[in-house]
């Protein structure tokens, strides 16, 4: 349904030649994709520790989330409960 490419400028390239929506950032910046499928209870906390587990992790941490817009609410407010700033 949609590509995500991080990579170089050759990579993002591909992405949007693609033919279908495309996310394209960077070398090393991560996005974290929370599938409607997931246990986001589990899903959160885990992109959270990810993130924060070194306060000088360079760009390969977590960057941003890609999230069911049907439960993105909820999904923020999991985030907010496990001490994430918005």
Do not use: H
Not at 16 to 29: D, E, F, H, R, T
Not at 59 to 72: F, M, N
Request: glycine share 12%; net charge negative.
């Amino acid at each position: 349904d949609v590509v995500v490419a991080t990579g170089g400028g050759a990579m993002v390239k591909a992405a949007y030649s693609s033919g279908k929506p495309a996310y394209g950032v960077g070398p090393g910046n991560v996005q974290c994709i929370i599938d409607k499928d997931s246990t986001y209870e589990e899903a959160v906390p885990k992109i959270i520790t990810g993130r924060c587990f070194d306060n000088g992790i360079i760009c390969s941490g977590e960057q941003s989330v890609i999230a069911p817009a049907e439960d993105l609410d909820a999904i923020l407010e999991l985030f907010r409960q496990n001490g994430a700033w918005i």
